[in-house]
């Protein structure tokens, strides 16, 4: 070692040596600040009692400011993980909307940041913020109830508080059955499913909805809001498994599958049928269902399907018992005959036709099939201008305009033509 290299090394230790005798045992750095890096700590307790007694943390170890020291490192076993500290809430929230805004988790949450301060109502007594991920709108009825996404979206496409809906009674929520949101508002409530989007309900039409069990009954979720009908005399909102149909003249009811598409192809409340005046029902013999309208009546069975009957054929078959009686089920609607002087419906066990000069009867069984034998309607015989009735010796007999049939079990059938009725 040449004397020029000694003399380095040697102050160099001289200087080391002076140091520790001024700080004292230990690395010469210890009582430094700023000097510390996460890195230098096994464990994140470590680094948190290290930066809690040199205020202002001159370290830099509480990168993203919360509190916490060096938060990527491990915890020591058995040390419970501390929470993060709370979001502040910004000055310019207050009240109900401030406490709303904390319980969903503040800025964290899934309301995210404020984008619009807390501001009065434009028209109602109300106040009203708006954050990336919805809003909250507060009255003193309704208390402060945060809406957000497609629910939102449509309630503000209604006029928000000063629409139809008011405020909202309740926060986004999720349906019981977990297969969308909901919110209630005080003048009705907004329903929200991946398959349907969002779409608004109310009154009556509401009302009858939630009496079949909302979303989780047959009708599902509403497909459409509540919508005026073409005709102005009404409302209406179709949903995934059927319709509700409300007019003033027939309040709330429902209709749904063949019988609905029965009437559909009928022109809606717009047909000869008009309004629902009930719900699809079932018949009393469980066989089949049936909803009558203002103007006549849709009935269903899985023999027959659905068709409707009106005016004085269906009274001619509702006076003989309607599918309980002889007749059954109608087995196709209401039709004008080909010769255009009436109509008849053909039922499981017979047939009702009309004309304007005879009425409304009933035709059934082996007279039907000697009339039918005959041409119907444009045979000798014309139209029946009287139901079946019993004659003597038990024979069925039956007048038409141009004639009568006779029955007889024993002796067979047979026509006379006349226009009048045997002496009975």
Request: net charge negative; aromatic share 12%; glycine share 18%.
């Amino acid at each position: 070692m040449g004397l020029r290299t000694w003399g380095r090394r040697g102050a160099a230790a001289a200087l080391v040596v002076a140091g520790t005798g001024l700080l004292g045992a230990g690395p010469a750095s210890a009582g430094l600040v700023g000097d510390r890096n996460c890195s230098d700590f096994p464990y994140q307790e470590d680094a948190q009692a290290w930066m809690d007694t040199r205020p202002g943390d001159p370290d830099g170890l509480d990168a993203d400011g919360d509190g916490l020291a060096c938060e990527s490192l491990p915890h020591r076993p058995g040390t419970p993980v501390p929470a993060p500290a709370p979001t502040p809430v910004p000055d310019c929230l207050w009240g109900a909307i401030e406490e709303r805004y904390a319980g969903t988790g503040g800025a964290g949450g899934s309301l995210g940041e404020v984008v619009q301060c807390q501001t009065p109502t434009p028209v109602v007594a109300g106040e009203y913020a708006h954050f990336q991920g919805g809003s909250i709108h507060s009255s003193e009825r309704t208390g402060a109830q945060f809406t957000r996404g497609a629910i939102r979206d449509r309630w503000a496409s209604t006029g928000w508080e000063n629409g139809r809906l008011g405020f909202p009674t309740t926060s986004d929520t999720p349906t019981p059955n977990g297969r969308g949101w909901y919110t209630h508002f005080q003048g009705g409530s907004m329903y929200w499913s991946p398959a349907t989007g969002a779409h608004f309900t109310a009154g009556a039409i509401r009302g009858e909805w939630a009496s079949h069990g909302w979303e989780n009954g047959r009708l599902g979720f509403p497909t459409t809001n509540d919508t005026p009908t073409p005709d102005g005399r009404g409302w209406y909102t179709h949903f995934q498994g059927g319709s509700v149909y409300w007019s003033p003249a027939t309040g709330a009811h429902f209709t749904a599958g063949a019988i609905r598409g029965e009437w559909a192809s009928h022109g809606w409340e717009n047909g000869r049928l008009g309004f629902p005046a009930t719900d699809d029902t079932p018949t009393p013999n469980g066989r089949g269902w049936y909803t009558h309208f203002q103007g006549g009546s849709v009935y269903w069975s899985p023999a027959t399907d659905a068709h409707f009957t009106a005016g004085a054929i269906r009274g001619a078959w509702a006076s003989h018992g309607w599918e309980n009686g002889r007749l059954g089920v109608p087995a196709t609607d209401d039709t004008p005959t080909p010769n255009g002087r009436g109509w008849y419906t053909h039922f499981q066990g017979g047939s009702v036709y009309w004309s304007p000069s005879t009425g409304a009867h009933t035709v059934a069984g082996a007279v039907r099939d000697a009339w039918a034998q005959q041409g119907w309607e444009n045979g000798p015989l014309g139209f029946p201008v009287e139901d079946e009735h019993e004659g003597e010796q038990g024979r069925a007999v039956q007048q038409f305009q141009g004639g009568y049939i006779t029955h007889d079990p024993a002796g067979g059938t047979r026509t006379t033509l006349a226009e009048w009725v045997p002496d009975e």
